[in-house]
C-alpha cells in the first residue's frame, strides 16, 4: 500500500482528484496524509515484532494510537490494523 500511494502522489499533481476503491474522494493532500499514516503505522510496528514482542503483546502496546481519530473509526479498526501491519512487517 505504501508503494501504490508513493507510485500514484508520484503522477499526482495539486489538483488532481483522487477516486479510491474505497472511501470518498480525495485529493493530493489526502492522499499524502494516508500515506504518511501508513509509514507511521508501519514504523511503530515493525520495531516492536523486531524486539520479538507477540501480535498480542504489539496490540495492546497501541502502536497506532497517533492515526487512530483521524483513521480508526472505519471499517479497520486499529486492533485489527495493527494485526495486519503486524503480520506485513
Known amino acids: 500500500m505504501i508503494k501504490a500511494a508513493d507510485a500514484n502522489l508520484e503522477t499526482a499533481g495539486k489538483d488532481t482528484i483522487i477516486i479510491p476503491g474505497h472511501g470518498p474522494i480525495g485529493n493530493r493532500a489526502q492522499l499524502q496524509s494516508f ?4 509509514v507511521g503505522c508501519r514504523d511503530a ?9 507477540t501480535l498480542a ?4 502496546a ?7 481519530d483521524l483513521w ?13 501491519v503486524y503480520q506485513g512487517a
Open 35 to 38: 500515506r504518511d499514516m501508513l
Open 45 to 53: 510496528v515493525a520495531p516492536l515484532k523486531r524486539k520479538g514482542m
Open 57 to 60: 503483546e504489539t496490540v495492546a
Open 62 to 68: 497501541r502502536p497506532t494510537a497517533p492515526f487512530d
Open 72 to 84: 480508526g473509526r472505519f471499517v479497520i479498526d486499529p486492533v485489527f490494523f495493527t494485526k495486519l
